[in-house]
């Protein structure tokens, strides 16, 4: 039987089931392990300050090289670039709607503003890169920490009584999320591009199992790794977790063009960086990223 590790998030076990269907299309059966990480155990600090990297995936990378599971399901938005020694990415996903999106209480929307927010909104995320993205949008707003998975940070809008709140897309159509009690916007990219990896679903493996690389790359998406591999080299290049006020989003168009728009917050500066590329090829296309960021 091969064994799928996974955290017990909602949204995680959905990425779990996700993966066990599609290896049941080739005939192949699994088992779901549901690991608790760091990420999951600490709920009362914001992601800022908890220490070092990989709070939701450590222990899953553990279990992994303990050979306790065949394969490790992660957000690759919440992988480290440098895979612990004898493990690798084996396969990535489809890639789900990768942007963010601003979820407004209708309580506090303001039809009369800039996506209904109030002058002095108050918005909860706990991400850098969120926290530094909306305050260079909307100067005024306050930022609140706010932690759980996706159905509890939606109903803390409420019970909190927050003005918004910044969610993945990708969450919210994965589980299928009724939001028809709230306004919603959708960020785009070129002003509020996504974390590196973001909506795509991660299949790491021990460097030595090749049966369990070989039935992983059986569901792989090819097209995928070239747009994140792209984003996640600018992400490592800058020595960064997904705590990094950093926002990296490549995507290929029709005629086989990749478009990158990136922005980035350095602890020195007072104004967001914004840049764009586009090239035919995706050869230096994470160079030129960082050459404008000045990297």
């Not at 407004?104 to 995320?125: F, P, W, Y």
């Not at 909190?160 to 960020?187: C, P, Q, T, W």
Request: proline share 2%; aromatic share 6%; hydrophobic share 40%.
């Amino acid at each position: 039987m091969f064994r799928i590790g996974t955290r017990g998030s909602k949204l995680a076990l959905w990425q779990a089931n996700h993966v066990q269907s599609l290896l049941l299309e080739h005939q192949i059966e699994s088992e779901i392990i549901v690991i608790q990480t760091k990420g999951d155990r600490i709920q009362d600090l914001s992601f800022d300050k908890l220490e070092g990297k990989g709070f939701f995936t450590k222990e899953i990378e553990d279990a992994l090289l303990e050979n306790k599971i065949d394969v490790a399901v992660h957000s690759l938005k919440d992988l480290p670039t440098v895979s612990p020694d004898g493990l690798s990415i084996a396969g990535l996903s489809y890639r789900e709607q990768a942007n963010d999106c601003l979820i407004v209480n209708a309580k506090h929307h303001q039809k009369d503003r800039i996506m209904g927010l109030a002058e002095n909104a108050r918005i909860g995320t706990s991400s850098a890169r969120r926290k530094a993205f909306i305050k260079a949008l909307f100067p005024t707003i306050s930022t609140v920490d706010i932690r759980g998975n996706v159905p509890t940070r939606i109903q803390k809008l409420v019970d909190e009584d927050m003005d918004a709140i910044i969610l993945a897309k990708a969450g919210i159509n994965r589980l299928k999320i009724n939001l028809s009690d709230h306004f919603v916007y959708d960020l785009h990219h070129r002003e509020f591009p996504s974390a590196p990896g973001q909506g795509v679903i991660a299949f790491q493996c021990r460097e030595d199992d090749r049966s369990s690389i070989k039935i992983i790359r059986k569901i792989h998406h090819a097209s995928v790794a070239k747009c994140t591999n792209v984003e996640r080299k600018v992400l490592q290049a800058m020595d960064g977790g997904c705590q990094l006020p950093l926002g990296v989003y490549c995507h290929v168009d029709q005629s086989n063009y990749y478009h990158v728009s990136a922005a980035y917050l350095g602890s020195n500066d007072t104004v967001l960086k914004r840049v764009f590329a586009s090239q035919n090829t995706t050869a230096g296309l994470a160079e030129s990223i960082l050459s404008q960021l000045g990297y």
